[in-house]
């Protein structure tokens, strides 16, 4: 029996209606990304005395499982008979009401002031992520009164729609959904330590292949190089490179292979004192790493919870209230102080990854440059840590005070 002509009219405008309603949505969640001034959402205002807090994180938490439990019965109900488009019309009914202008409204509850700004930027991206998968899913609901084709709901289909099928579709919507949930459960201090231990294996990486490449031996082409002028060593390699460009017969991988090996080994005579650096340098990267872990540790796994409590005023302030104050406004510099923690914690990696470009091409005034500038950094994490959470030196703070005289010595 073929579906009823007035349900499936319905569903193709709810169709049109949910994709609009996606897209419009996802270009607001572009939008607090890239106004990071932006003032707050009037959903982050102060709410009256009778009503609640908006708590975003779990507000974001119960929308994303409420998205993956309605795109699934979607993902359903297009591939299996009978076409039920009432059905289909009254789950979309649903997502539009109530999940997917609740994932919005938790990233827009998200005060950069109370959560930081980079956590709010990861949640904003993730549930952007969410947007557009179920927005692909939606577009893949038939309107013609027929279920999908099997080419089209499978893991190589799609057909004209596109490289994978609905069941593919609803896969990557689902692991979209997956991360939002896991990202609110873990909250603002798992999103920190997740990501310090990104940046430290990072470091680590750098580190290694660093100590590889000053275990090279010179090749005797090196000597001869050491002879050469300043403007010959910057066009090392280079000219060759684009000469092999120009032909039709160089692949992209070709051309990806020249340039990672395109950097030269410490010649044997060292002129430049190019080695001596290098032991330096990864001294003091191996200090860093440390560093890494010990922030990790000793502070990124005791922040105070987020969003910081509100200060306890009243009229006839007690010793207790006072000290309550003193800890929420101590609270309310964390935000502040992790988001500028973490420009540094983010750009250190590159910096050491610049520094290891500056010795693979054996430039010793950039490598000192860059030197300099990655131990800065390192030294104004370290201040930036030297009190804890609530504002005094704690045990970490001597370590930090050994970690600053261990690096300018290394």
Not at 174 to 192: E, R
Not at 394 to 407: A, S
Request: hydrophobic letters at 40%; glycine letters at 6%.
């Amino acid at each position: 029996m073929a579906p009823d002509a007035a349900a499936l009219e319905s569903l193709e405008s709810l169709v049109q209606t949910a994709c609009a309603l996606l897209k419009q949505l996802q270009d607001v969640l572009s939008s607090i990304r890239n106004n990071p001034d932006a003032p707050p959402s009037s959903t982050t205002a102060e709410p009256s005395s009778s009503t609640a807090p908006l708590d975003a994180l779990a507000l974001a938490r119960d929308s994303a499982t409420l998205i993956r439990a309605h795109a699934t019965k979607v993902s359903l109900l297009i591939i299996n008979e009978p076409f039920t488009p009432s059905a289909i019309s009254s789950v979309l009914r649903e997502l539009v009401a109530g999940p997917i202008p609740g994932l919005v409204a938790s990233v827009q509850a998200c005060d950069p002031n109370g959560y930081t700004l980079v956590f709010r930027n990861e949640l904003a991206w993730r549930c952007q992520r969410v947007l557009a998968e179920l927005a692909d899913l939606v577009r893949r609901i038939p309107t013609d009164g027929k279920v999908l084709k099997k080419e089209k709901e499978g893991f190589g289909g799609g057909g004209a729609a596109g490289g994978k099928g609905s069941i593919a579709s609803t896969g990557v919507l689902w692991a979209a959904c997956d991360k939002v949930v896991g990202l609110a459960n873990g909250g603002v201090g798992g999103f920190f330590v997740d990501k310090m231990g990104e940046w430290k294996d990072t470091l680590s990486d750098i580190m290694e292949e660093m100590k590889e490449w000053g275990d090279e031996e010179p090749d005797d082409d090196d000597e001869d190089d050491d002879d050469d002028d300043e403007e010959d060593a910057d066009d090392y390699g280079v000219s060759d490179l684009a000469d092999q460009i120009g032909s039709t017969h160089i692949s992209t991988q070709n051309i990806l292979d020249d340039l990672m090996s395109s950097h030269r080994t410490i010649p044997a005579a060292d002129p430049d004192r190019i080695r001596p650096r290098l032991e330096s340098s990864l001294r003091r990267l191996r200090l860093v790493i440390l560093l890494y872990q010990a922030i990790t540790k000793r502070r990124m796994k005791k922040l105070p919870p987020f969003p910081p409590p509100p200060k306890q005023i009243t009229a006839t302030a007690t010793t207790t209230n006072n000290n309550k104050d003193v800890a929420a406004a101590e609270g309310e510099k964390v935000p502040r102080r992790l988001d500028e923690l973490a420009s540094l914690l983010q750009k250190l990696p590159d910096r050491f990854g610049d520094l290891a470009c500056a010795f693979y091409e054996l430039r010793p005034r950039e490598i000192d440059e860059a030197m300099d500038q990655c131990f800065l950094d390192a030294f104004a994490v370290s201040e930036l840590l030297g009190e804890g959470w609530d504002g005094r030196r704690d045990e970490f703070t001597e370590w930090t005070d050994k970690f600053q005289r261990e690096i300018k010595k290394a």
